[in-house]
Antibody
Framework: DVHLLESGGDLVQPGGSMRVACAASGFTFSNYGMSWVRQAPGKGLEWVSTISSGGGNTHYSDSVKGRFTISRDNSRDTLFLQMNSLKVEDTARYYC?????????????WGQGTLVTVSS | DAVMTQTPLSSPVTLGQPASISCRSSQSLVHSNGNTYLNWLQQRPGQPPRLLIYDISKRFSGVPDRFSGSGAGTDFTLTISRVEGEDVGIYYCMQATHFPRTFGQGTKVEIK
C-alpha cells in the first residue's frame, strides 16, 4: 500500500522558519513528481509547490515563491519543504501528494498532513 | 493562471437522488500532449482529500460507479447518480495541466 507520512509541523512565530518532511513508502518514489498542497483551517485546497521525479524541476505558487524551497532525497524516499520568513497566512495543514507519475498527474495519494501554525 | 470556478458551492440533496457539480476553467485545460488533466477530489470531514475522477471522466480505483465525470475544454461536471450518506463532504475540481496547479473553491454536499 502507498503511504505518505508528513512530519515536522509545529507552532512558529511570524518571520521564523520550519522544515516539514514526507516519508514515502509502498511505491517507487523516484518515478513520481511530488507536490505540497495546503489547507488553511476551514478553507479550501491550495497548491504550494511541485518537484519533478529527479528533483531537477521545481514550481511554486506566487504566495510562497522566494520563501519556500521544495526538495527531495530519492535515496531516502523523502520529500521536504523548507519554509522561511513564515507569515500568519501560511498557517495550514500541509499535505504531501503524488503528482506526475506513469499515468499522469493524478493527485491520487495524499498523506494525513502536518499542521503548521504561525502565530506570536 | 487557470481559475477554477465551481457551482453550486452548496448542494443539499435527498438520499437516493442525483447531484451534479459544475466546474469551469478560465482557460483551456488541454495539455500539449492532447490530454486534459481535470481531476475531481472528495474530502470527507476530518479526512485528507481522495481522488475520485481523473482525466475528466476516468474513475479511480475503488470509486463507486455512481460517480461520473464529463466535459471538455473548459467546462466539466461531476455527477453522483444516487447520493448515499457516505457521499457527504466537500468536492473539489482541480487542474493539473498547467502550473500553477489550481483548485475550485469546493462544493459542500449535504443531506437534506
Amino acid at each position: 500500500d502507498v503511504h505518505l507520512l508528513e512530519s515536522g509541523g509545529d507552532l512558529v512565530q511570524p518571520g521564523g522558519s520550519m522544515r516539514v518532511a514526507c516519508a514515502a513508502s509502498g511505491f517507487t518514489f523516484s518515478n513520481y513528481g511530488m507536490s505540497w498542497v495546503r489547507q488553511a483551517p476551514g478553507k479550501g485546497l491550495e497548491w504550494v509547490s511541485t518537484i519533478s521525479s529527479g528533483g531537477g524541476n521545481t514550481h511554486y505558487s506566487d504566495s510562497v515563491k522566494g520563501r519556500f524551497t521544495i526538495s527531495r532525497d530519492n535515496s531516502r524516499d523523502t520529500l521536504f519543504l523548507q519554509m522561511n520568513s513564515l507569515k500568519v497566512e501560511d498557517t495550514a495543514r500541509y499535505y504531501c501528494v503524488t503528482d506526475v507519475g506513469p499515468v499522469g498527474p493524478l493527485y491520487d495519494n495524499w498523506g494525513q498532513g502536518t499542521l503548521v501554525t504561525v502565530s506570536s | 493562471d487557470a481559475v477554477m470556478t465551481q457551482t453550486p458551492l452548496s448542494s443539499p440533496v435527498t438520499l437516493g437522488q442525483p447531484a451534479s457539480i459544475s466546474c469551469r476553467s478560465s482557460q483551456s485545460l488541454v495539455h500539449s500532449n492532447g490530454n486534459t488533466y481535470l481531476n475531481w477530489l472528495q474530502q470527507r470531514p476530518g479526512q485528507p482529500p481522495r481522488l475520485l475522477i481523473y482525466d475528466i471522466s476516468k474513475r479511480f480505483s475503488g470509486v463507486p460507479d455512481r460517480f461520473s465525470g464529463s466535459g471538455a475544454g473548459t467546462d466539466f461536471t461531476l455527477t453522483i447518480s444516487r447520493v448515499e450518506g457516505e457521499d457527504v463532504g466537500i468536492y473539489y475540481c482541480m487542474q493539473a495541466t498547467h502550473f500553477p496547479r489550481t483548485f475550485g473553491q469546493g462544493t459542500k454536499v449535504e443531506i437534506k
